[in-house]
């Protein structure tokens, strides 16, 4: 079957300029996360979702970013105002269900912000 | 806090060889322990986890991991690399928070390289 998909898998923008990350999970998951892995580090853990609500968020650096999962399936990550540390490879996984650490991971979208 | 250290950046092995990857995690309770692989342009695929009972764990791809309570570790090892084992290797250890998440927390990585 399909697994996570992520697009785009590469953008480049410009500093300052806001972008969408989109992540199809794998069809019935219930459990969403997002991960964002700079170069030469593992993927730091930034938002989780239980269905359509965000459960924690506590990994998000800042205000400027936010996530949505408004249908319980499709989420998409927003960063507002990009700057060049927001440079690094951002990562969805999902669960087939809330309590399980099955994640699947897609293959990323590459962010480069000049 | 949680963390995960994983002490060699790069390995480099002749194919057929043995190969042992470290990982020691720092929790203050049993831990749930994963080891992912990454290659280029694919996503972290899961090699083998350990939740609890038998401390030996097998995985796919002819992988498997030892947890060690009294060391805090969780090596991964293979009796004999092939060419396409080469990849970036991550140990993760995860903490049900009350049932509220189930994020991972990441070493930083092992960059596996096979040689003829």
């Known amino acids: 079957g399909a697994g996570v998909s992520q697009t785009p898998s590469n953008k480049v923008t410009e500093k300052g300029k806001y972008v969408e990350l989109r992540c199809d999970p794998i069809?019935?998951?219930?459990?969403l996360y997002w991960y964002r892995q700079s170069l030469g580090q593992g993927p730091e853990f930034l938002i989780y979702?239980?269905?359509?609500?965000?459960?924690?968020d506590s990994g998000l650096p800042n205000d400027r970013f936010f996530a949505v999962r408004p249908e319980g399936s499709v989420s998409t990550l927003k960063i507002q105002r990009t700057e060049r540390g927001d440079s690094a490879v951002y990562l969805c996984?999902?669960?087939?269900?809330?309590?399980?650490?099955?994640?699947?991971f897609g293959p990323g979208t590459r962010l480069t912000v000049t | 806090a949680q963390s995960v250290t994983q002490p060699d950046i790069h390995i480099t092995v002749s194919e057929g060889a043995s190969l042992e990857l470290r990982c020691n995690y720092s929790?203050?309770?049993?831990?749930?322990l994963f080891w992912y692989v990454q290659s280029p342009g694919q996503g972290l695929q899961l090699l083998l986890k350990?939740?609890?009972?038998?401390?030996l764990v097998q995985g796919i791809k002819g992988f498997e991991a030892e947890f060690k309570r009294s060391q805090s570790s969780f090596n991964l090892r293979k009796p004999s690399v092939h060419w396409s084992d080469a990849a970036e290797y991550f140990c993760?250890?995860?903490?049900?928070?009350?049932?509220?998440?189930?994020?991972?927390?990441f070493g930083t990585g092992t960059l596996l390289a096979v040689q003829p």
């Open positions: 996984a999902s669960s087939p269900r809330d309590i399980s650490y099955e994640q699947y």
């Open positions: 069809s019935g998951h219930t459990a």
């Open positions: 979702f239980q269905g359509t609500g965000a459960a924690d």
């Open positions: 929790y203050g309770a049993t831990p749930y």
């Open positions: 350990y939740f609890s009972g038998d401390t």
């Open positions: 993760a250890v995860g903490r049900n928070y009350g049932g509220a998440t189930n994020k991972l927390i």
